[in-house]
């Protein structure tokens, strides 16, 4: 992650980079249907679904997913990907959030294409307002979704913020033109890299 961020800083320009924290792993366990694509997950995530309950296989996932996601923050919640003209913002909505359920607590299938892994239509439609939120959002304040069984609320930009906010915490010195959040020159770019981890690193 550390060398992809910094090639785009070094060769890119004017780009805003969004990454989106990874999802809690645990749960997905229980997206399962009797499909010919979700019997293929137990060969291409065997890491994640063959691990019994509460078993140190089972335990260590769920601390490699906590560590990846502290190590992240540590990354990007600092000024080292961030200057006038390009920003890595680190968008955090999915931290905690929970797989869509039915009433009665299951997993909601119709968010899920046949392979238990993909996401329907129905749940890239979260996803993205997920994401259209935290972008508008500054740093400390970020929505979170909890779970995905209640639909997110779209948010509109501020009158007195009507950017993406993309100036860390860290990098604030009250001197920069970014202060309000916003490159000093207009992004053309918006590049968006979704970590998504099932035994390695995707990037969309």
Request: charged share 20%; aromatic share 10%; net charge negative.
């Amino acid at each position: 992650m550390t060398v992809s961020l910094e090639m785009l800083m070094n060769e890119v320009p004017r780009m805003i980079v969004n990454v989106v924290q990874i999802l809690p792993m645990e749960t997905l366990r229980e997206v399962q249907k009797p499909t010919p694509g979700c019997l293929l997950q137990r060969s291409f995530c065997s890491c994640l679904i063959k691990p019994v309950g509460s078993s140190p296989e089972l335990r260590e996932l769920v601390e490699v997913n906590l560590e990846f996601q502290k190590r992240l923050e540590q990354l990007l919640y600092s000024d080292r990907f961030f200057r006038e003209d390009f920003a890595v913002v680190l968008q955090p909505f999915l931290k905690h959030a929970d797989p869509p359920r039915l009433q009665n607590g299951k997993i909601d299938m119709t968010f899920f294409t046949h392979d238990c892994f993909h996401f329907t239509v129905k749940g890239h439609e979260e996803l993205a307002k997920g994401l259209w939120n935290n972008m508008f959002q500054p740093e400390g304040g970020k929505f979170m979704v909890s779970s995905f069984s209640d639909p997110i609320t779209l948010i509109c930009p501020s009158l007195d913020h009507p950017y993406i906010f993309t100036r860390p915490s860290a990098a604030k010195t009250g001197q920069s033109p970014a202060e309000s959040g916003a490159p000093s020159q207009p992004a053309v770019y918006l590049f968006l890299l979704l970590p998504v981890v099932f035994g390695g690193l995707g990037l969309l």
